[in-house]
Every structure is written in C-alpha cells, then in structure tokens.
C-alpha cells in the first residue's frame, strides 16, 4: 500500500514561512546563534593556541567536576580544601554539574557562556525589534552581542557571571513590557549568581515598584536584600577560610569619596564613557540604568584599580541593563508628548537614536578582543601548540600537580591541580609556562620555583620545550 507525499501549494508554503509568529522566533534565533558560534570559533582559536588569560577557567572547571559527582565545590586551585562557595556566593553554578558530566572539558564552560550570551541577545533582538523594527531590532541584538562588555568576559573564558547576563535580559525585556510577575521571577535567580547581584535585584524590585506594583516589587527588593546579607554576612564568613567575607579589604569607600584624583581617575571615566556610547546616550533617560547603580559602586570604590577599567568580565553585567535601558527611553519619547522635560530636539533624536546604537556599537566591536580574529594566525599563534602537547603527555592521569596559569586549565580535566602561589604539599608534578604562565622574574626556570616553592625537596626536570617545563620529586 503505498502513501502519496501532499505538496502544500507555492504561495501557501511561502505564507506558512512568513507568518509574524514565526518570523519572531526565526531572527532572534539566528541572532543568538551567530553570537555564540562567533564566541566559540574565538574561544577555539584561543584553546588551540594554548591562551589562558586568567585561573578562573580552571577554578570552576574544578568545581564542575566537583558538582558533577554530587561532592561540595572544593576547589584545589584556590587552596587545600577551599570551598568556592566561600569565595563568592554562586549556587546557581550548580547547573554546571549535569552540563559538565555529559562534556567532561573545561571548554565545556567557555561554550556554556556562549551560549548564554546567545541566549541574552536573542531577548535584546526581540524587545528592539518591537521598537525599531525589524532591520534595526536584529542589528541592536548582534550589537548588543559583540559589545564590549560580553567581549571581555568572553576573552577571559568563563566566570559565573555568564548566568546573571540572560536573566538580566530576560527580567528587564519583562518589566519594559509590564510584565511584571515575569520580571519578579527572572530576577528571582540572580541572587544566586554572585552576592553583589543582590542589590542588583534590590534596584530592579525598586523599578517594579516605581513602574507597577508595589507590594511585588517592593517583595522582589527584599529578596535581593536578604539574600545579599545571608551571603555576605553568614554563607561567605563561615565558608571561607579566614572567617570572612574576602573582598571586603579592597573596599575603601571613604577614601574614594574623599579624592576626586581616585574619583575621575581615567578608568573610571573611560569605563562611564563607553556605557553612554554604547547606549547612544539614551540610557541615562531611563530608571533602568539604575539597576547598574549597585556594580557601579562597588568597582568603583574598590581600591583595587583592576575593577575601574573596562576589561575582563566586570562590565558584562552591564550591557543588558544599558541596552534595554536605552531602548526603554526610546520608546517611552516616541511615545510622549513634546514637552519642556522632553524637548523637541530630544524626540528627534530619539528617532534615530537606534541608528547611533547600531553605529557607535559597530565602530567598537573591532576594537576589543573580537578585533584578534581580523589576524588568526598572528593574534592566535600555535607554534607553542607541540611543546605545550608534549608536556601534557608526560603527566600522568589522577596525579597531583602543581601549576601556574600556563596549562592549568589543559590539566584540572584529569588531575588535582593546585596552583603554585599557594602553600601547597609536594606535588607529584611541578608544571609551569615560563613564557605565559605569570611567574615572578626571580623564577627563570623550573628548579627555582622548586627551590622557593619546596626547599626541602628535590627536583628533577624531565621535560623543557618551547617555554613549558615539567619536574618531578626525586
């Protein structure tokens, strides 16, 4: 018995194509997998090149593999049994476990954020389209995309802020549009991204608040207050090794309030300039933009200088909250009536304010680490590549290492690494990078980290090549 195959006619097909519902779907989706798969052809080239900017992979690699088996995050590279959830507070990262048993490789985490990322610039496409239409509304989600501040927390691998970007996104697109119980439940998780975070979702229940209903909004700030005081004042002080909450030393706000040298330092004051540009100067008209209040601060009272920049992850945070703040106020003054608070010029601004975005944040996609894939095989040079294959190879699997940043994150898949500015037990390999792995001057070659590391016990160095040395106790 033999089925005839229906052929939907030509012109029904094409209609069935290009139904709104799903057109709606279709852009977005392809937004959100062109910005992970750009991510991930970068975080490719940067593995096969043996780049590691930072321990941070190989930390929550450590911990993924901890999740993986049902065990509590003890992360060896911070120090002999370091609970990671004494360093920051990052429950979330929980839903790394089942994710790292499936992939069991530290790339796994760098793709997870690439997709998360994806995830976040799939909402931003949806919520401009429905304000600048649908050419301009995809083009503000690769912008939002590739902006500065995703680039920077994808050029230093991983770091847990990767949850909190989407959920930002998702929370933000909610209450623009008055779903307000949507946002409550989207900012609901981030507290459990990083403890800093909950003053973030204290400011988003304050816009609830201010925007819809109070009682919800008002309850949505108290969640963010209360999970913010049981992270830093009892989860992170009985966790953490020294009894508190370790980031607490770098911040000196007095100092910082009192100097205005620290308080235009020019890092700050690049990192302020970049968040308007990148918003076309449309987000500071919006009560969204003070949802970044909270990040803002605490960098920015920080003693520690590597916190005031634009670089490594600090800034990812931000961009949903700049970009959908930008694209709230656009709306909002299409909407309004000109007034003496909403001039005329400001409206006509505003029409093409969607036109700066997409400009300003083109012109500035090519001058960050995105820029590198312009030249590959000079920005990710592989000719380290053997030796550093070479020295994995003679290190045996379930061994203890110890490790600078060179191979660490090559090594935490199939060992115990700790890393070498710890005090740490004589290791059953010492392992370090003399060219990228962040050792000290003084440390020229392997047997005299050894000497500083272990004086009491001897070295001998079985493998050296290209830069990478390898020494076991004799």
Known sequence: MSTKRVRLPTQLRVHLWTRPRLQQWLVPVLVALVVAAVYTVFGVLQWRAFQSPSWDLGIFTQLARQYASFQAPIVPIKGEGFNLLGDHFHPLLVLLGPIYALAPSAFTLVVVQNILFGVSAAVVAVAATTILGRIAGPLVGLVYGFSWGLQGAAAVQFHEIAFAVPLLALSLSAVMNGRWRAAALWAAPIVFVKEDLGLTVLMIGLVIAYRGPKPLGLAVALWGVIWFGIGTLIVLPLLNPNGEWAYTGSMDPLAMLTNPALLL???????????????????????????????????FLSSNEGYWGHEWQYSAVLMPIVFLAALEAIRRLRDAPTTRITPAWLHRYSAHAGTVIIVAGTLLIPQFALGRLANPTAEFATDRAASAEGALAVIADDSRVESDIGLMTYLVDRTTVTYIGNPNAVPEYLVVDLYGGGLPAEWPDIQDVAAALHPLQSFRTIYSDGGYQVAVPE
């Open 265 to 299: 330092d020019p890092q700050k004051l690049s990192t302020l300039w970049l968040l308007i540009l990148i918003g076309g100067g449309m987000a500071l008209l919006s009560p969204l933009a003070a949802i970044a209040l909270p990040t803002l601060a605490w960098r």
